[in-house]
């Protein structure tokens, strides 16, 4: 019962999220289509400024919700579920209201000093969406506890809904002339969309709440202590995180200009990587994300029982399981790259990103997967400190590679970066779960199987990747070719 919820839950969260990223990808290739690779830059950059002010607001408390409402259900106490929400959404309140505020007041600054000067509307009208984004997460950690996928995806596709339906209509009535005022546009969309996910997930709550628990309610016990060993560590990590990859990212543009690129170029090649390629390389993981965030509570659920072999078993599997997937996908990108950036961006620039970025794929999905399995065995200091050497050691070389080497000096820092971080994550998660690396089972096999199948249809004489359904059409059948290679051994043996 238990294993067929598990699926389940994972199944909805994983079409949930397919169906997000699909918009999510066609909001993007519009946006792009009318800012250009200069007003991607400027876009992403605003974001970027703005992702640490998001962190103070919601980092951590999902975790904590998650950790003690899961917690309460292991001991039968569901009258502590509402308190332990309540606390935890007024600590993440009082921190959202705390960081909006000083984004507020700090915006003509962080505009003039950091975004060219044109940028304090859109980081006032970001500010004002913290709040909403803060309680929707204590929501979705309670979700979360109590295995309610379809809830937690309604309210997430609910925010992506109203946040591209406002921004197609505001571009279309108001036909913005400038890049700035285009920037004002979609972050309005995404301000309201939070608005209208946090009503969301507040009214399923509260629904699921009245239904699900009876009886009297009490205080939680240990909420006080929870958030000061899980939520407050993780607040200011990330925080410190979000810091430092802001840094990264405006590093970027102005190490590619000292390294001889025009302002106007090295934003254009930011906005490439950044604001197309980086969310293709992330698009198939939406598959993982799902699974990974449903590995939290049940992992914490056997830590607390003492089950050893259950979590070495579950570790294991989702390690084997996160490398076939993502090593296809590398392989899959590495072949077709060039063909997906003229597809969805018209550019060969941003094809000749994700191949050079392909190989980093099975690092990046890794690195999701084992940051969820060890928040579930309470690992999540180690983790956020893994995290935080990692941006901190990017910024380091961002500053001193990137103006003398420029984007070969970028590629090589995230590729020294990205093998470093998974390299110490991974290190404590089998030492933790005490599971074993296996070599030939987890890599050498899946990837000799993804080079097969990829290299098949790149022998073709016309790879059918030109148009969508062609590369519906090639995806699916490199990848069952790809699935019955991997179960050969298994059906051998049998």
């Known amino acids: 019962m238990k294993k067929k919820r598990f699926l389940r839950n994972a199944l909805i969260l994983t079409l949930s999220s397919l169906a997000g990223r699909f918009l999510g990808m066609g909001f993007r290739v519009w946006l792009s289509q009318l800012l250009g690779p200069q007003g991607m830059g400027a876009y992403q950059l605003i974001l970027s400024v703005f992702l640490p002010a998001v962190s103070i607001s919601t980092a951590g408390v999902s975790l904590t919700v998650t950790r003690l409402v899961t917690r309460a259900l292991g001991k039968k106490q569901p009258g502590a579920i509402p308190s332990a929400v309540a606390r935890c959404s007024l600590f993440s309140l009082a921190m959202s209201l705390a960081a909006g505020t000083a984004l507020w007041l700090g915006a003509d ?204 078993s579950v570790t294991e599997r989702s390690l084997g399981l996160t490398l076939a997937f993502s090593l296809f996908i590398a392989c899959f990108f ?58 901190s050691l990017r910024v380091a070389l961002m500053a001193s590679v990137l103006p003398v080497f420029g984007l070969r000096g970028y590629f090589c820092i995230l590729y020294a970066c990205g093998i470093l971080n998974i390299s110490l994550s991974l290190s404590r998660l089998l030492k933790t779960a005490r599971v074993r690396l296996s070599l030939s089972r987890w890599i050498l096999r899946p990837l000799g199987a993804s080079l097969l199948c990829v290299g098949i249809w790149r022998c073709l004489p016309a790879p059918p990747v030109s148009t969508p359904i062609g590369l519906a059409l090639a995806a699916g059948a490199a990848g069952g070719l790809y699935g019955i290679l991997l179960s050969l051994p298994i059906l051998l043996k049998k």
Do not use: W
């Not at 009490?218 to 430092?244: E, M, Y």
């Not at 094809?351 to 999540?380: H, I």
């Open 334 to 391: 590495l072949a077709f790259g060039e063909e997906l950036g003229l597809l969805f961006y018209n550019s060969r620039e941003a094809g000749g990103f994700l191949r050079m970025l392909a190989p980093l794929v099975p690092l990046l999905y890794l690195d999701t997967v084992t940051d969820g399995l060890l928040k579930g065995l309470d690992q999540q200091i180690a983790s956020l400190a893994f995290n935080t050497l990692d941006a």
């Open 109 to 312: 600054f962080l505009s003039g000093k950091f975004l060219g000067g044109n940028s304090a509307d859109a980081l006032g009208l970001l500010a004002l969406g913290l709040p909403f984004m803060a309680l929707s997460s204590c929501m979705r950690g309670y979700f979360l506890a109590v295995r309610g996928a379809l809830r937690s995806a309604a309210s997430e596709f609910a925010e992506q809904l109203a946040t591209i339906s406002l921004t197609v209509a505001a571009f279309l009535a108001l036909s913005p002339k400038t890049t700035a005022d285009a920037c004002l546009l979609a972050m309005l969309g995404a301000t309201v969309g939070e608005a209208v996910s946090c009503g969301c997930s507040f009214v399923l709550y509260r629904l699921h709440l009245r239904r699900f628990q009876k009886g009297k309610t009490f205080p939680c016990p240990g909420t006080g202590k929870a958030i000061l060993h899980i939520t407050l560590p993780s607040t200011l990590s990330h925080a410190a995180r979000s810091v430092l990859s802001a840094a990264e990212n405006l590093l970027i543009p102005s190490g590619l200009r000292r390294c001889g690129a025009t302002a106007s170029a090295a934003l254009a090649q930011y906005g490439v990587i950044q604001g197309m390629v980086m969310p293709m390389l992330f698009f198939p993981s939406c598959f993982l994300g799902a699974f990974s965030s449903l590995l939290i509570p049940e992992m914490s659920e056997s830590l607390a029982a003492g089950h050893r072999r259950s979590i070495a």
